[in-house]
């Protein structure tokens, strides 16, 4: 994939460390959780939607896109899964 759709997604991939504080973040290619005690979660992990939700401050249309973002990377990484798992989580309130 190329254009600006990937470049804003490797760019939201870049922000993730800063977002999460370094914990929870996701696991490439497979999209889970690097900080859960079950290697399987899947990423999002509630812990690093709660701390996304926070970095926004209860603005939930930039949490959804920034996460649309990431789901672009997600599908970029493994096209079969996680994008529904990620449209299916969605913002956190
Ligand atoms: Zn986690």
Redesign the pocket.
């Given at each position: 994939m190329t254009g600006p759709l990937t470049a804003h997604a490797v760019r939201a991939v870049d922000q993730l460390p800063v977002r999460l504080g370094g914990e929870?973040m996701p696991r490439r290619p497979e999209w889970t959780?690097d900080?859960?005690p079950d290697t399987d979660?899947p990423?999002p992990?509630p812990?690093?939607l709660v701390r996304m939700a926070e970095y926004h401050g209860g603005d939930d249309a930039a949490l959804a896109a920034y996460l649309g973002a990431l789901d672009i990377a997600a599908y970029a990484d493994q096209p079969d899964a996680l994008r529904h798992e990620l449209r299916r989580i969605g913002p956190a309130r």
């Amino acid at each position: 994939m190329t254009g600006p759709l990937t470049a804003h997604a490797v760019r939201a991939v870049d922000q993730l460390p800063v977002r999460l504080g370094g914990e929870h973040m996701p696991r490439r290619p497979e999209w889970t959780c690097d900080t859960c005690p079950d290697t399987d979660t899947p990423w999002p992990c509630p812990p690093a939607l709660v701390r996304m939700a926070e970095y926004h401050g209860g603005d939930d249309a930039a949490l959804a896109a920034y996460l649309g973002a990431l789901d672009i990377a997600a599908y970029a990484d493994q096209p079969d899964a996680l994008r529904h798992e990620l449209r299916r989580i969605g913002p956190a309130r």
